[in-house]
């Protein structure tokens, strides 16, 4: 071998050594690179442990000063709320009952033989349904659970020809846990003393 081809030999072992360190610093920066990213990827995806520590389970509770109000002052505040309610319960089982009759030529004794999903028993109110037994005609009372709530009946009948359908609620003046009963004079549904009729059809 020659000096000259000794001085090339040289030259492309040291380019060789050059290209292999080079190779491997890229390798070793990519694999760096790529553990940097995979971690912080992980730890984003880590879902929050809420209940890690004491503080994170106080703030998630419910304040324990919340002031609840009991039922006797909302209603002592706003009646008319709760007496609309009342008279809205009421009318509907009125006309669950025409329905009802028109088609079996009877009245329904309870929401549940009406088909309807009506509570008896409310916040405020209880209901009743009551049916005769000597006439043709249903009676629901609506008795206030509190006061000053008044209280109210509603009647749905069959008129003396046997062709119609009437229906009355009567509403007290005042506060009262009994409710007023209808009477028929004349062929027309009459309230009580002390009483006054809200929905007449």
Not at 161 to 172: F, H, V
Request: glycine fraction near 6%; charge should be negative.
């Amino acid at each position: 071998m020659g000096v000259l081809d000794f001085g090339f030999w040289v030259l492309d072992f040291g380019l060789m050594t050059m290209k292999q360190a080079i190779y491997r610093g890229l390798l070793f920066s990519l694999r760096a690179i790529a553990l940097t990213l995979l971690t912080g990827f992980t730890l984003g995806c880590q879902r929050p442990n809420l209940y890690e520590t004491d503080e994170v389970r106080t703030t998630a509770r419910p304040p324990t000063d919340t002031e609840i109000r009991p039922l006797a002052e909302e209603v002592a505040e706003y009646p008319r709320a709760f007496e609309a309610q009342a008279i809205q319960t009421v009318n509907t089982l009125q006309r669950a009952q025409q329905a009802y009759y028109l088609e079996r030529k009877r009245f329904g004794s309870s929401p549940d033989a009406l088909g309807i999903g009506v509570e008896l028993d409310s916040d405020a109110y209880t209901y009743q349904i009551e049916l005769s037994d000597e006439e043709p005609q249903a009676l629901i009372y609506s008795i206030p659970k509190f006061e000053p709530l008044r209280s109210y009946t509603g009647i749905v009948a069959v008129n003396q020809s046997g062709d119609r359908l009437m229906s009355l609620i009567c509403e007290s003046n005042t506060h009262t846990t009994t409710p007023p009963t209808p009477t028929i004079t004349n062929r027309q549904f009459v309230c009580p003393n002390g009483t006054q009729g809200i929905s007449d059809q």
